[in-house]
Each structure stands twice: as structure tokens, then as C-alpha cells.
């Protein structure tokens, strides 16, 4: 038997290195290239084939052929040995507590060969007229368990093989009462399912007629966990990973078996499918670390399922990956449509279908009112543990973070301050919401209107009730003191509607600045209290009309976006729009001068 020094000593590190990471010369013994353990544009990772160890300047991740083999395959050090020694030609001893998974593996071959010996029949014709070739059926190593309790069991028992093992693989079930164990596959398609590196570790049944339940997989062992794995990802992983001649690190992820194996059949060979569960953050573990960069959902569900899927979805996934859910246009599932002959409809649903990004942001702005500060403040909590991740290379938060900022009117660089903040928990202040806006000016100006109002609020008939004020903390006073009417509303009147309330606090600051006597002097107040009216009445003018103006520039700029988008016969009739605007804001300017 070899060692672990035997199979070192046979392998170069940066050949098998090589397998997973582009490498280029770095010096003498030295190669480099970007680290398969974290996301980078510029290599950090260096292989030393002369000591055989390899280290990442970036994640700090080292170790020898072993450790990498370990890392980039999730393996325990047994496997990643056996693996390794395989491919050095030579033959280690398994240690305890690894000999398991390899009898459990072994055992599910000796169980494959008996299932496709019996594949000719009934479960082949049916496999033909689902549309399958032979070429894919063997590829995909299809066979078929028998009817009958024990045909399994007999034909183990003649190869010496125990019932503890077959039990152990969950190739067959125990009677509690009796003892006996039996198949526990019987009548049914077996469409045996392995890991990423191509491990057989169970298999998935399918019944010939509507007897239920219609699918059966194999429980979980040492070897099969169910939330782990994906069928047809050993298939998958040479295109995901660029080795193969698509590349590109693009997965379809559908729901059946036939699904994957049709879809394969056609050319789509990113497809694969969970195994009766969502995708779980396991699974985005391993996708991540083989390079998949997106995922297509193409389920068989009409526009609210999918919808549904999306707002479903584990945060992990769409933090790690670009994520679109999309269904065939026939609305058949992807081995029906491809029996029809509509490849073409697949190609177009993926094509389209929903982006996880945009959706998420389109469902929190359905159920908030993007017009107010509540509404931005429970839209941005919604979204914040997609936005979250300042990551450069997660091009889906960057993504959500500028349409939130584009749609919220929010600084991008005030919302980058607030995500990496320890306090990003808790809730927004009007305080916080109206420093991250980026139509701060408008809210300023809003603010130095409320502050004059408060001087003399007999000035509140300047206004006329229409303003769509942008401060959430403005709307609801100036709502409350127009709601007093103009001879009814004071200072101390509109205070008392607020006390208590977080509005208190701003309306007192406002109060303060508003009337800043100082140290004037009892025979001077009168005349300060003139000028002081006197001024605030000329201040609500000025600040209405900037605000006119600013609204009127907001409306210009949209509606030049939308030229960019329009079709040629709208074009003349929105510029004819644009026109009218800025028409209007020079006359509002000249007004200004005027009266200055």
C-alpha cells in the first residue's frame, strides 16, 4: 500500500493545480493566478512547485496538493487522498471512518448494473416516448427495478454483499416487526444520481403508471444528502466552469429529471435540477466555488408563481449569483415542450423571465408608498439584506443599490455610508432619511418655509394645500396647521397637535431658529418683531418659487429620459413638453429678479 508521500512525490502541484486555476510564471518555481477561493480581477494566488505548496496573498487560503484538492472539491482528506492517488496510480489503505462512503459507493454500482440490466422492456419504450435517445439514456445511465419484493436483496446475497450494507445505502427498507428488509425500489425508472465529482451516492425512481408517490429517492446516508445535491451537476460542472465548449458559468435549473436529460439531449447542457427541495445555501456554496456566476429558474408555473419562487428565494442565492425565474411560453414543462419540437420556446424563455434584482425592488414598491419618508424607509429596510453586501464583484447589490437610489432620490454615497454602518438596523429617522436624499435642497428649502410659517403663520394663505412636499415631518404639520385654518394656527397651537410626537422636537429647533432674539432689548423688540414678520413674509414668496422651479426641473429630467426611450411619433409631442418648462422656469427666474 502507498502513503501520502508516495502519491506527493508522483503529482506536480501546478499540473493539478493547473486543472482549476489558469497559472502563468511568477519567477523561478514560482506560477500565478486568480484564487479559486475568493473573487478577484487581479491574481494574488501563487503556486511554488518547488516546496509544493501554494498560498493566496488576497484570502490568505494555503496549503499542499491535499488541502486544495480539499477546498476546491469539499472533500474530507480521505477522499481528496484517494482522489489524488487514483490519478498518481497508487493504492492507499482507507482509514477508518472513510471506508463507509466508499462501500456505500461501491454498493450503488453493484445496484446500477442490476437496475440497467433490467432497463429492456416497458421502462425502455417508455423512456423512447418521452423522446429519449439511446445515446442519452446511457449517458445518463437509466435503469429499471423490477417488480417484486426481494430481486434486489437475492441478487446481493449472491454477490456477498450484507443487508446491513444495502440497508445503510437505503437500497432497501426494514419491517420493524419481522426483521426482514426488502427493495425499496420496485417498478420504477432509476435514474441514478451523483455528486459533483461524479460519485454514484443514490438514486431517484419513477413510477410507469399515476400510483403515487410518483417519485422516490434514496433517504439520506453517509453518501446522499439531498439538500447538496443537484442531478446532472457532474454533467453541468465542465460548462459551468469554462473547461467545456460552451462555458460561460450559466445554470438552468429546472424541477424533473427528464427536464435535465432532455434539455441536455438539445444542447442546453447547464441544466440540472434539486432534488424535491429549494435551493438551499449549501447549494450556493458549492455553485459559488465551481464558478457558476448565474442561475435561470425555469420552472413550469404561470407569471405569479414565478413571482412567487423569486420573493421565496434565499438571500444567499441572489447575493452570489445573477438570478432570472422564466417558464416555457407553452407552458409545458421543458421535456414536454422539447418532445413537441419547441426548442425555440425554450431558447426564449430563457432569454427572458423575471430578474430577482429588479423584482425584488418592483414588489417592495408595490406594497410601499414611494411618495413618502415611511414608504422609502420600509422600502429600503426591504431591500436592504440584498443591498447589503459592498462586495465590488456582487453585481447584484450594486445593481439594486443604484436603482434604489435612482427611484428613492437617495445619495449613493449617503446609502453606502448607511449599509456599512453598525446602526443599518435599526429603524430610519426622518433625520436620517432626509440626509441620505438627494433632493436635500428641496427639503431644506421645505424646512425654511415651515420655519417662516411658524413666525407668522398667517402667511399659511400663501399656500394652497397642493405642494407635494418631499419631508415627511413638513406634510404632516403643514396638513396640520392648514387643517387649523389661517386665523385659527399658531405656533403654540400647531406645538401642541405634535407634542409628545418625534415631529416635537424638529418643530421647537425650527421655533428657536425662527426667533433668535438674542440680547434685544424690551424697547426695541416691536421693531425686530416687524422686521421679522416682514422678512418671513418675503421668504414664504422666494422659497415657493424655488421649490416651483425645482419641481419643474425634476419634471424636465424625466421627461427626457423618456425620449431616450420613446418611439419617434412621441419624441416631437414630449420635447414640445420640455419646451414648455423651461419656458416656464426662465419666467418664474425673471419674476424672482424682479421683485428682488
Given at each position: 500500500?502507498?502513503?501520502?508521500?508516495?502519491?506527493?512525490?508522483?503529482?506536480?502541484?501546478?499540473?493539478?493545480?493547473?486543472?482549476?486555476?489558469?497559472?502563468?510564471?511568477?519567477?523561478?518555481?514560482?506560477?500565478?493566478?486568480?484564487?479559486?477561493?475568493?473573487?478577484?480581477k487581479s491574481p494574488s494566488f501563487q503556486v511554488d512547485t518547488e516546496q509544493g505548496y501554494?498560498?493566496?496573498?488576497?484570502?490568505?487560503?494555503?496549503?499542499?496538493?491535499?488541502?486544495?484538492?480539499?477546498?476546491?472539491?469539499?472533500?474530507?482528506?480521505?477522499?481528496?487522498?484517494?482522489?489524488?492517488?487514483?490519478?498518481?496510480?497508487?493504492?492507499?489503505?482507507?482509514?477508518?471512518?472513510e471506508k463507509s462512503s466508499r462501500d456505500l459507493y461501491d454498493v450503488n454500482a453493484f445496484a446500477l448494473a442490476y437496475f440497467q440490466e433490467h432497463l429492456p422492456g416497458p421502462?425502455?419504450?417508455?423512456?423512447?416516448?418521452?423522446?429519449?435517445?439511446?445515446?442519452?439514456?446511457?449517458?445518463?445511465?437509466?435503469?429499471?427495478?423490477?417488480?417484486?419484493?426481494?430481486?434486489?436483496?437475492k441478487r446481493a446475497k449472491s454477490r456477498g454483499i450484507t443487508d446491513r450494507l444495502l440497508l445503510e445505502a437505503g437500497l432497501?427498507?426494514?419491517?420493524?416487526?419481522?426483521?426482514?428488509?426488502?427493495?425499496?425500489?420496485?417498478?420504477?425508472?432509476?435514474?441514478?444520481?451523483?455528486?459533483?465529482?461524479?460519485?454514484?451516492?443514490?438514486?431517484?425512481?419513477?413510477?410507469?403508471?399515476?400510483?403515487?408517490?410518483?417519485?422516490?429517492?434514496?433517504?439520506?446516508?453517509?453518501?446522499?444528502?439531498?439538500?447538496?445535491?443537484?442531478?446532472?451537476?457532474?454533467?453541468?460542472?465542465?460548462?459551468?466552469?469554462?473547461?467545456?465548449?460552451?462555458?460561460?458559468?450559466?445554470l438552468i435549473v429546472v424541477e424533473g429529471y427528464m427536464d435535465v436529460i432532455s434539455l441536455h439531449q438539445h444542447g442546453f447542457t447547464g441544466a440540472v435540477a434539486s432534488l424535491g427541495t429549494a435551493l438551499t445555501a449549501e447549494h450556493a456554496t458549492l455553485l459559488e466555488r465551481l464558478g457558476a456566476q448565474k442561475l435561470t429558474l425555469m420552472f413550469d408555473q404561470d407569471q405569479a408563481g414565478l413571482k412567487a419562487t423569486l420573493s421565496g428565494l434565499d438571500q444567499v442565492l441572489g447575493a452570489k449569483f445573477r438570478v432570472r425565474a422564466t417558464s416555457v411560453p407553452s407552458g409545458k414543462d421543458p421535456a414536454d415542450a422539447l418532445l413537441a419540437?419547441?426548442?425555440?420556446?425554450?431558447?426564449?424563455?430563457?432569454?427572458?423571465?423575471?430578474?430577482?434584482?429588479?423584482y425584488r425592488v418592483q414588489a417592495a414598491l408595490e406594497k410601499y408608498d414611494v411618495g413618502t419618508t415611511t414608504g422609502k424607509r420600509s422600502i429600503l429596510m426591504e431591500l436592504l439584506p440584498r443591498m447589503q453586501n459592498l462586495d465590488p464583484l456582487d453585481e447584484g447589490a450594486e445593481q439594486m443599490r443604484t436603482i434604489a437610489c435612482h427611484t428613492l432620490g437617495i445619495k449613493p454615497e449617503a446609502l453606502l455610508e448607511w449599509i456599512g454602518s453598525k446602526a443599518k438596523r435599526r429603524t430610519l429617522t426622518d433625520t436620517h432619511m432626509a440626509g441620505m436624499s438627494a433632493h436635500r435642497g428641496e427639503e431644506?428649502?421645505?424646512?425654511?418655509?415651515l420655519r417662516q410659517l411658524?413666525?407668522?403663520?398667517?402667511?399659511?394663505?400663501?399656500?394652497?394645500?397642493?405642494?407635494?412636499?418631499?419631508?415627511?415631518?413638513?406634510?404632516?404639520?403643514?396638513?396640520?396647521?392648514?387643517?387649523?385654518?389661517?386665523?385659527?394656527?399658531?405656533?403654540?397651537?400647531?406645538?401642541?397637535?405634535?407634542r409628545g410626537q418625534p415631529e416635537e422636537q424638529l418643530l421647537i429647533r425650527l421655533m428657536f431658529e425662527g426667533r433668535d432674539t438674542g440680547a434685544i432689548s424690551r424697547d426695541t423688540n416691536q421693531m425686530y418683531e416687524q422686521k421679522v414678520n416682514g422678512y418671513a413674509a418675503a421668504a414664504v414668496d422666494d422659497?415657493?418659487?424655488?421649490?416651483?422651479?425645482?419641481?419643474?426641473?425634476?419634471?424636465?429630467?424625466?421627461?427626457?429620459?423618456q425620449v431616450a426611450e420613446a418611439e419617434a411619433a412621441e419624441q416631437l409631442s414630449l420635447l414640445r413638453q420640455i419646451g414648455e418648462l423651461q419656458r416656464a422656469i426662465e419666467a418664474e427666474k425673471r419674476a424672482r429678479r424682479s421683485t428682488a
Open positions: 500500500m502507498g502513503t501520502k508521500e508516495d502519491v506527493r512525490s508522483r503529482l506536480n502541484i501546478a499540473e493539478v493545480i493547473g486543472e482549476y486555476v489558469s497559472l502563468t510564471p511568477a519567477g523561478k518555481g514560482r506560477m500565478k493566478g486568480l484564487c479559486p477561493f475568493h473573487k478577484e501554494y498560498y493566496c496573498f488576497g484570502c490568505k487560503a494555503g496549503g499542499d496538493i491535499f488541502s486544495f484538492v480539499q477546498q476546491t472539491e469539499n472533500l474530507s482528506f480521505g477522499d481528496s487522498l484517494r482522489k489524488l492517488a487514483e490519478k498518481a496510480g497508487v493504492q492507499v489503505e482507507a482509514k477508518y471512518g421502462a425502455l419504450d417508455y423512456l423512447r416516448a418521452r423522446g429519449l435517445t439511446d445515446a442519452s439514456i446511457a449517458a445518463f445511465e437509466i435503469g429499471y427495478a423490477p417488480e417484486g419484493w426481494d430481486g434486489l436483496v432497501t427498507t426494514e419491517n420493524p416487526e419481522s426483521g426482514r428488509i426488502y427493495d425499496r425500489f420496485r417498478g420504477r425508472v432509476m435514474f441514478p444520481i451523483r455528486d459533483h465529482l461524479g460519485r454514484l451516492v443514490g438514486f431517484g425512481g419513477r413510477v410507469l403508471d399515476d400510483s403515487k408517490p410518483k417519485y422516490l429517492n434514496t433517504p439520506d446516508t453517509e453518501a446522499f444528502k439531498k439538500g447538496e445535491l443537484l442531478y446532472g451537476l457532474d454533467k453541468a460542472r465542465s460548462l459551468i466552469s469554462g473547461t467545456g465548449t460552451a462555458g460561460g458559468g450559466e419540437g419547441d426548442e425555440a420556446g425554450i431558447r426564449q424563455a430563457l432569454l427572458g423571465g423575471l430578474d430577482e434584482v429588479h431644506d428649502r421645505e424646512l425654511s418655509l411658524l413666525v407668522d403663520p398667517s402667511l399659511l394663505s400663501k399656500l394652497d394645500g397642493s405642494t407635494p412636499w418631499r419631508n415627511e415631518s413638513v406634510r404632516k404639520v403643514m396638513l396640520a396647521a392648514l387643517g387649523q385654518g389661517v386665523g385659527g394656527a399658531n405656533a403654540d397651537s400647531i406645538l401642541e397637535i405634535f422659497i415657493q418659487v424655488s421649490m416651483s422651479i425645482d419641481s419643474m426641473r425634476a419634471e424636465v429630467d424625466l421627461l427626457k429620459r
